[in-house]
Every structure is written in C-alpha cells, then in structure tokens.
C-alpha cells in the first residue's frame, strides 16, 4: 500500500471521528475543594445579580406602567419637567445604598474565597512542574530524589485526595492553565513561575484547556488530568519512571531505526534511546495516553501514522514537520511506537 493510499484510508477514518467519551469540563461540576469554593462564589454572584436585574427590571416596568399616556394629536405634556422632585430622592438613596451593600458582599465573598483557596493543606503534596509551549504541555514529576524525577506530555495523573503543586511556567508566550472542573485558571508567563495547588476528590478523567490566546492553535492546546486512586497512581508512577522498553522483534527494531534517522529523534525524547532531544513532548510512554497533540486526536495507530506523516493537516502551525516515509518504514515506526507503553 502507498503511502498516499494508507493516509486517505486515514483520513476516511478521521472525517468519521470516534466521539470519544468526552471527560468533564464544566465549571458547574466541581470535583476538587478549590473548585468547590469557586463554584460557591459563582452561586452567590448569580443569585446577586439575577436578584439585581429582577428589581431593575420591576422598576423600569413600574415605571413604564405609571407614565402619563400621551396620544399622537395631542400636544407634548411636558409640565411635570418644571416641577422638582422631591419624592425620588429617597428611592436614589436606597438604591445607591443597596447596591453598595451588596458590592460589598460581593466584595468580601471574593477575599474570603481567595483566603480559602490558598489555605488547603500541602502535606505530601505531588509537585509537578509543567510548561506550556505552543501548543502543548510538558509536564516533569519532581521530586527529592533524583532519579525519581520523570517527565511526560500533556497528560497530568495525580492521585485523588491528595494535594498537587503545579510549578507554572511557559517555554514561548503566555499561556494559561485551566482544568474548570479542578480549579480557577492561573497564567504561564515566560521567566516567571506561577503556583496552582488542588485537590481532586474524585478519581476521573478531566479535560483542561489553554485559556490565554497564544497563537494560531491556542484552540487545540488541551490536556486532560487523570486522578487516579492513590495505590494505582503509585503503579502509574513507577511505570514512568522506567525507560522504554527495548524493541523485542525485528520489526520494532526496524521502527526503531526509523525513529533515530528521521526527524523524529531531533525533537523528541525516549528513555533508554540515544533520543533526547527536548524540543517536543517526551515520548517514552507515548502509547500509555489517551490523546495526541495535545487532546487534539484520540491515541490510535490510524491517527498517529496520519499525524507524523502530515501534523499540519491537524494543527496547521505546529511545530513539528511532516515526515514522508514509506508505507514499510511506518509500518516499522507503528510497531514500535506501540511499545512505549
Ligand atoms: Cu496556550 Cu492558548
């Protein structure tokens, strides 16, 4: 099979995406203490405004009710303009103090919300530093100990009910991070690292998304965050820590091969590979995360040959290449590409 005939056999699947089970990305749906405080605060916020508008509303109806009614033939009633008003002074009064007094509310609701946020305890917190490039995430593990430390790409698992540090920063622009299930957005700014702390109580899948414009794929510059139960985290862990596992057949040795000659290896890191170059996400457990470039493709064998033959048909201005191979070349890549589980 040609390569052009592999990839519109590709792309008959991909005009027919598999709608995936779509994780939760709602603000309305907290499943973490930060944004459960947040969605507290969203809650009062409305419940003020909604009762503001109604009143506003009532008034100016009141208002329209009780004008006096002119008619077309007769001429403009324009009397009461000479007399003052004394009445109204009163209602102005009110409202001005009504609406100062709930400003404050508002206020103090908001200060006591951001006291709350930054008050959830660290003890054994997970530390992750993740940077946004344009337009994915690089996300490193860190720890005390060296050679615990680990990296992976746009797919952050941390354990439910425990504390996360995330250490922002950006490789490029500004980004910003925004999982609106998990917590509030906090931006990545170049040279300067921002801190984001939560919890997730609930083990799951939740999607996040970039949410400060920076460039032409802002749009396709998610992640997702997978809170899994601690015990399995710990497995997750472990397995990350490890290189990728060496090719076993001839034909992922062959894949292998075709890694290190082509572009693959001047951007891309694999453990336990002479591949370790940092440009584009670390994929030594590409095969282990549900999605590619960034949350925009499901991770299957279909839709990965596709997108390293041409990346630019899915995300025009990224920064990796199309790269022309043979059918039997990526055929090779497939096989051991599947490998880095
Ligand atoms: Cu990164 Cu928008």
Redesign the pocket.
């Known amino acids: 099979m040609t390569v052009r005939a592999l990839l519109s056999l590709v792309l008959l699947g991909v005009s027919g995406i598999a709608a995936a089970a779509v994780p939760a990305q709602d603000a309305l749906q907290p499943h973490g203490v930060q944004a459960l405080e947040i969605y507290n605060l969203w809650r009062l916020t409305l419940l003020v405004c909604t009762l503001v508008f109604a009143a506003v509303l009532a008034a100016f109806l009141y208002a329209i009710w009780r004008a006096p009614r002119s008619r077309v033939q007769l001429a403009p009633d324009v009397s009461s303009l000479d007399q003052p008003e004394p009445r109204l002074r009163r209602p102005v009064v009110i409202g001005v103090a009504v609406s100062t007094l709930l400003l404050i509310v508002l206020i103090v609701a908001d200060f006591l919300t951001d006291r709350r946020l930054s008050q959830l305890p660290l003890k054994d917190a997970v530390r992750i530093e993740v940077t ?1 490039h ?2 994915w995430w690089g996300a490193r593990y860190l720890d005390d100990e060296p050679s615990r430390i680990f990296s992976t790409a746009n797919e952050v698992h941390v354990p439910a009910g425990k504390p996360v540090i995330l250490k922002l920063n950006s490789a490029d622009v500004i ?2 991070f925004w999982a609106p299930s998990l917590h509030g957005k906090k931006d990545l700014i170049p040279g300067r690292t921002a801190l984001l702390q939560f919890r997730v109580d609930k083990p799951g899948v939740y999607r996040g998304q ?1 949410a ?3 460039g032409f794929e ?1 749009a396709l ?1 998610a992640f997702t965050v997978v809170a899994d139960p601690p015990a399995q985290y710990e497995a997750w862990a472990a397995r990350q820590r490890l290189p990728a596992p060496q090719p076993a057949t001839e034909l992922q040795k062959a894949g292998l091969a075709v890694f290190m000659r082509s572009t693959c290896a001047m951007c891309h890191t694999v453990a336990g590979t002479d591949a370790g170059a940092r440009l584009g996400p670390d994929l030594t457990h590409l095969a282990s995360r549900g999605m590619l470039a960034s949350g925009t493709l499901p991770n299957t064998r279909e839709y990965l040959a596709a997108w390293i033959l041409d990346p630019q048909r899915f995300k025009k201005g990224t920064s990796m290449p199309p790269t022309p191979l043979s059918a039997a070349d990526l055929n090779a890549l497939m096989a051991y590409l599947e490998t880095l589980k």
Do not use: D, K, L, Q
């Open positions: 946004g344009m337009w980004h910003s970039c400060e414009f920076c802002h510059m």
